[in-house]
């Protein structure tokens, strides 16, 4: 059974805050990106990793693409972070990935802070 939008990024959200609480901040991107796959194995959320998007300009596709760093259940993108601070680039990023993809949800996920809440951004096209 597919679930809704809001249960599939409740069921990421869980997993991101526990891998969040059993690794804390202060590591790398790829580290907190190994412990999510983990987590969505163990929730039996269907993902992808690394997933190539392609990028077209005036109907032509460029020799150029984005890599996403999840794409789960084909609906949600979730794009992962272990910086400072998330900044208005990040967000663009995010919904230039929604848009070109035309995907419906994306969560942007800052694993560098102290509590996972204050590095949570969902948007929505």
């Known amino acids: 059974m597919a679930l809704r939008n809001e249960d599939l990024t409740s069921e990421i959200l869980g997993a991101a805050f526990q891998a969040h609480r059993r690794l804390g901040p202060g ?14 194995r163990r ?35 979730v794009e992962v972070k272990a910086i400072e601070q998330l900044a208005k680039v990040h967000e663009a990023q995010l919904l230039t990935y929604l848009r070109l993809g035309g995907y419906p949800v994306g969560l942007l996920l800052n694993f560098n802070v102290l509590s996972l809440k204050q590095g949570i951004v969902r948007r929505v096209l």
């Open 43 to 77: 929730r039996q959320v269907r993902f992808a990793r690394e997933v190539w998007l392609p990028v077209k300009y005036d109907g032509e596709l460029l020799d150029a693409h984005f890599r996403l760093d999840f794409l789960v259940d084909g609906l949600v993108v």
């Open 27 to 40: 590591l790398l991107e790829s580290v907190y990106c190994a412990a999510l796959a983990i987590e969505f």
